[in-house]
């Protein structure tokens, strides 16, 4: 059997497009292994809502299949899957007005005073909610994507400096959102 680890993506795109099973399965396979803890993470930010979250994340990876097999021309399958999932998401907010958090529940959310990490990264997602749907999808690709302003623009199809705006004020918000709570606690 092949070990498509040593494949480039578009030769794993050609051999999905070209082969029978269980190479086509096995060469999805890899590509699934190779991008599928990141989108993950974009849809889980993006939404809070794993169960959101997870149909976002797997009609991605179904959109990429039928790309592949309807010989649609992929140059990054990175930047595929990311344009994907937030076109997708897009949608998805756009026809079912997902509710926000308001400001005063993300502070009933931790009034016991210890810090674990899971209470943190809820925390985290709750004052994400808090900002714009630009800003939170620039500081998510950013911060949890490793993307850089360049390839932001890219995605988002917006100037490099709206992308280097969003992502500072995202951040001034988060830090405007997060202190008070932080030194609430940290009287106790």
């Known amino acids: 059997m092949n070990n498509y680890k040593k ?3 578009n030769d794993l795109i050609a051999v999905i497009a070209t082969s029978k099973e269980p ?5 999805f396979s890899e590509l699934y292994d190779r991008y599928s803890s990141k989108i993950y993470l974009y849809c889980r930010k993006v939404f809070g809502d794993g169960g959101f979250a997870e149909d976002i994340f797997q009609e991605t990876f179904i959109q990429l299949l039928k790309s592949i097999e309807n010989n649609v021309n992929i140059n990054s399958v ?4 990311l344009i994907t999932a937030r076109n997708l998401s897009l949608n998805f907010k756009r026809q079912n ?3 926000m958090v308001e400001y005063n529940d993300l502070i ?6 210890t810090y674990e990490m899971k ?4 925390l985290v997602d709750s004052a994400l909610e808090l900002l714009s749907e630009d800003q939170k999808e620039a500081f998510i ?3 949890y994507n490793g993307l850089s302003y360049a390839e932001i623009a890219s995605i988002t199809d917006v100037p490099l400096t709206t992308v280097r705006n969003r992502v500072v004020r995202a951040k001034y918000r988060l830090r405007e959102i997060l202190t008070p ?3 609430e606690n940290n009287k106790g």
């Open 97 to 99: 007005r997902v509710e």
């Open 108 to 113: 009933h959310l931790f009034n016991d005073r």
């Open 78 to 81: 990175k930047a595929y899957l």
């Open 181 to 183: 709570i932080f030194e």
């Open 7 to 9: 494949y480039r993506d």
């Open 23 to 27: 190479q086509k399965s096995m060469a």
């Open 141 to 143: 690709l950013q911060v």
């Open 119 to 122: 209470e943190i990264t809820q």
